[in-house]
């Protein structure tokens, strides 16, 4: 069973039309929750989403206090999640929900043989300003070079990956733009899918090409650190001792 994950923050007009998306991707795919972390929205995002759940039962609604980012509001979504599998959206519509079944059967082929698996979706056309897609265009290929994670778009929000892998991740605010070389760092293998990309229709983006750039360096070397100290812990057995009675 699947647990979608959607961070959102004053995005009050894109949530009835992107919820019922996920909604009818859940007759391709076992989805069985889907949880909206409202991270401090200053807008109607936390009301509107409060009365859908009359409307749409398998949604579940958790609200920050204030505003702390989108990495703390997926580690509060996946923390939650009664489901083992997880993909995660973005709440600005951009990500089509159509595509979860996609990432979902790469998933199934990927485990047969019981390896960790991440899918991670790829867009095929980014539907953003000339200037985001030159600046994500440079990052992504600044980052795949460093970390050497074979990831060409980190920053496609709509990825599939177990819960217990996730919290196994050490956590620090951004880490989301960082999940692929984390994964593989724990011994996750990253699968990759084409998907597609959507205009924003409502609601303007939180980020800008400068503040990505500003904290990403940061992060970036930070990243790199936890590469060169993998998580290496052995596998623990307890020895029973059979006793006689």
Known sequence: MISVVVPVMNEEGNLKSLITEIGTASTRAPITEIIYVD??????TYDILKEL???????????????????TALLTGIRAARNEIIVTLDGDGQN?????????????????????????????KRNDSFGRRVASRFANRLRAYLLKD???????SLKLFT?????????F???????????V????QLAHVDVSHRHRMTGIS??????RALVGIADLMGVMWLQRRPNGLPIVSEYQNERTP
């Not at 991270?39 to 109607?44: A, E, K, L, Q």
């Not at 159509?98 to 019981?114: C, H, M, R, W």
């Open 96 to 124: 089509d929900p159509a595509d979860i079944p996609l990432v979902f059967g790469l998933y199934k082929s990927e485990t047969q043989n019981g390896q960790k698996i991440m899918v991670t979706g790829r867009r095929k």
């Open 163 to 171: 819960r217990t892998d996730y919290l196994n991740l050490p956590f």
């Open 53 to 71: 759940t009359s409307e749409f039962p398998m949604l579940r609604v958790l609200h920050h206090d204030r505003r702390s980012g989108q990495s």
């Open 173 to 183: 605010n951004h880490m989301h733009r960082f999940l692929p070389a984390l994964m």
């Open 39 to 44: 991270d401090g929205s200053t807008d109607h």
């Open 185 to 188: 760092r724990d011994g996750v």
């Open 206 to 211: 939180k980020y800008t090409n400068f503040n």
């Open 150 to 156: 074979n990831t060409q778009d980190t920053g496609c």
